[in-house]
């Protein structure tokens, strides 16, 4: 008979099954798949005035209502102040015979509305429910507004007193980092002014992005829609691809005389369009290095980095804090390893090209940030206006066609080659805030 005092196993044999079982669970997980993330599939048609729309879904979205719209203009002026009053005023009381924000009309249809610009585009963004019962006032409502917004005297007046025809401070160094991208003098910025830069804008609409699961009744009202509102719009005419690069010569930085060390030091560096989805993985890395790096050592408190990813005169800029020493007078020499702003677009000093398991650590944690964020429609809708362009070398549809097998085969000689292309650091500025 079976004697239940006795072990199964021997204390070796156990022993040997445990080993084993620990090595074949670390085998499996060597061999097991990548994650896949999520191939969208893309769609194109043009509005009745010829003006380009990409359709992404993907089948995770099935069942789901949640739909982005982002409109795309190219930059039509030369003053940022004239651009930024333009949108504002847009975004406030614009529908005729109403004292509401756009926002405030669209909050009871589940829809939301904002918008952004840089010095060769502008994005128009609206999140909406693709619900019939949503759907269809609120592509009514939006038709209406955007084809004949009407810009208030009080809402100008608002505008004017909270921002004085000033520049925020990353489009004043957007203009000393680049020549020829903004007017020496801006122009008096009046309501006129504005009336006729909206007019100018829907002269020069590039795009058109619909992100998000559509049944056949909701693209049917989306292309209603948009054939309407294109009646007021036109395309924008072609540029050549590839325009040359023109930043400017950065000027002499003289000798720092000053006992107390600066609050703040903001950096400003051009990039080389992007050409392929391991460049935008690149710069990923390659920001979070920076941060990272800067952050942790211990003479910088908050950094924050922007990258605007345009079409021809893409660039970087990062801000970071000085930590207030302990000992003004007494300050120590810079060690020959210490990082600091300068140093991240040094090749041979960026932390991730010289230790590989970091970038690997850096790279394992994109990918886990993607697998969530490529779930997301509103993170599409991002990225279709912020790192891809139309009429550039990345396009919607080919970074949702080859982003998969980008990750999968991305390594540091990939990483390496792209920072030399995509860093032109003759062009790096710096300026220190005291």
Do not use: C
């Not at 070796?12 to 191939?39: E, Q």
């Not at 209502?65 to 982002?70: A, M």
């Not at 020959?336 to 790279?363: C, H």
């Not at 032109?424 to 805030?433: C, H, N, R």
């Amino acid at each position: 008979m079976f004697n239940s005092k006795k072990p199964l196993f021997s204390r070796p044999a156990l022993a040997a099954v445990m080993v084993l079982s620990t090595l074949v669970i670390w085998v499996l997980n060597l061999t097991a798949p990548a994650p896949r993330f999520p191939t969208p599939k893309v769609e194109t048609w043009k509005t009745q005035s010829g003006i380009p729309v990409i359709w992404l879904s993907q089948e995770k979205w099935k069942n789901t209502n949640k739909l982005e719209l982002r409109f795309t203009f190219k930059n039509t002026s030369q003053s940022a102040p004239l651009t930024d009053a333009t949108l504002s005023l847009l975004m406030a009381d614009s529908l005729p015979l109403s004292t509401s924000t756009i926002n405030q009309r669209l909050a009871p249809l589940a829809a939301k509305v904002s918008s952004d610009y840089d010095h060769e585009s502008q994005t128009i963004a609206l999140t909406l429910n693709s619900e019939p019962a949503y759907l269809m006032p609120t592509l009514t409502l939006m038709s209406q507004w955007l084809s004949a917004p009407a810009f208030k005297a009080r809402a100008f007046d608002h505008w004017n007193r909270r921002f004085n025809n000033t520049l925020p401070t990353q489009q004043t160094l957007e203009n000393i980092l680049f020549a020829n991208t903004a007017a020496t003098s801006s122009p008096a910025i009046t309501l006129a002014a504005i009336k006729s830069h909206y007019a100018q804008l829907t002269q020069q609409a590039s795009a058109i992005f619909v992100i998000g699961e559509m049944t056949k009744q909701t693209q049917d009202a989306i292309k209603a829609s948009l054939n309407t509102l294109s009646k007021h719009f036109s395309v924008a005419s072609n540029t050549p691809k590839g325009s040359p690069i023109s930043w400017q010569q950065p000027a002499p930085t003289p000798q720092a005389t000053q006992i107390t060390p600066p609050k703040e030091t903001q950096s400003m560096l051009a990039l080389t369009p992007l050409s392929s989805v391991k460049q935008w993985l690149s710069l990923q890395i390659w920001g979070a290095d920076l941060i990272d790096s800067l952050s942790n050592q211990g003479t910088f408190g908050y950094v924050r980095l922007n990258l605007t990813l345009s079409a021809k005169h893409p660039w970087a800029y990062w801000r970071a804090q000085h930590t207030e020493p302990l000992l003004a007078s007494k300050q120590k020499t810079p060690a020959a390893n210490e990082v600091s702003a300068r140093s991240m677009i040094e090749l041979a000093r960026i932390p991730s090209l010289q230790d590989n398991a970091r970038f690997k650590a850096l790279l394992d944690q994109l990918k886990s940030q993607l697998a969530q964020r490529t779930l997301d429609p509103s993170w599409w809708a991002l990225l279709a206006t912020s790192a891809t362009q139309e009429d550039s070398s990345l396009t919607l549809a080919q970074f949702a066609s080859h982003y998969q097998d980008a990750i999968d085969t991305f390594n540091q000689d990939d990483y390496k080659a792209a920072l030399e292309s995509l860093l032109i650091t003759p062009s790096y500025q710096e300026i220190q805030v005291y």
